[in-house]
């Protein structure tokens, strides 16, 4: 089993940055995704950025030249460097971890707002 803890949320004004974490705990032997999702409120939750096991990255058009996925493995820890942020990247963040079972953080949310 993994549990996953995110943070580094908070409020940015427009254009501003942010730089999310998320750090595992315990362990699933068949790991192969690790992935930031959102949820706006009143809307779907959307993949946003992922790293498969061979640390290849990939981002959603939304998001394609502004955030960063990365990890630390020694940390068990990834990260979502999000620069030049929008009023419409407000939103709830989870972690996400894919392996025999998928695996869910309680989120933190982020508000883009002047």
Do not use: H
């Amino acid at each position: 089993q993994v549990q996953l803890v995110e943070s580094g949320g908070g409020l940015v004004q427009p254009g501003g940055s942010l730089n999310l974490s998320c750090t595992a705990s315990g362990s699933d032997p068949r790991l192969n995704v690790r992935a930031w999702y959102r949820q706006a409120e009143g809307g779907q939750r959307n993949w946003v950025a992922l790293l498969t096991n061979g640390n290849t990255p990939n981002y959603a058009d939304s998001v394609k030249g502004r955030f960063t996925i990365s990890s630390d493995n020694a940390k068990n820890t990834i990260y979502l460097q999000m620069n030049s942020l929008k009023r419409e990247d407000t939103a709830v963040y989870y972690c996400y971890y894919r392996g025999r079972d998928t695996y869910w953080g309680s989120g933190t949310q982020v508000t883009v707002s002047s």
